[in-house]
């Protein structure tokens, strides 16, 4: 097991991250990336998801020791349109906290 530390002083927080990103996580999140609007030249965040890093080092996402996303911190990213009930953000079943502050939405988000 490997452990990381990135501070990002645009936001001020610190994470620690434990382990390895597991696999089907990082594809929900590109599924969940590809499927959301927003404009890569204002994202802080979204645009450096790649597949060359590990998705628990992207900015905005937070894994616990197991590999598995447990927080999303989408605020500021520009995203506009909305989530329906079948959006790829409710596959995430061990998500434990949701930032979406500041963007966009122009439809109401589902309650699941």
């Keep these: 097991m490997w452990l990381s ?3 990002d002083t645009n936001e001020n927080y610190i ?10 996580q990082q594809l929900l ?6 499927n959301l609007t927003f404009n ?6 979204l645009r450096l998801w ?3 890093v590990e998705c628990c080092d992207w900015s905005g996402v937070s894994c616990d020791d197991e590999g598995r996303v447990i ?3 989408l605020g500021g990213e520009f995203i506009s349109g909305g989530f329906d009930d079948s959006s790829v953000i409710f596959s995430l079943q061990h998500l434990q906290e949701l930032n979406l502050a500041s963007n966009n939405f ?3 988000i589902p309650s699941g």
């Design 5 to 7: 530390l990135r501070v």
């Design 15 to 24: 994470s620690v991250t434990a382990g390895k990103c597991l696999e089907d």
């Design 29 to 34: 999140l590109f599924q969940l990336k590809s």
């Design 40 to 45: 890569p030249e204002n994202s802080s965040k």
């Design 50 to 52: 790649n597949q060359s």
């Design 71 to 73: 927080g999303l911190d």
């Design 106 to 108: 122009n439809s109401i």
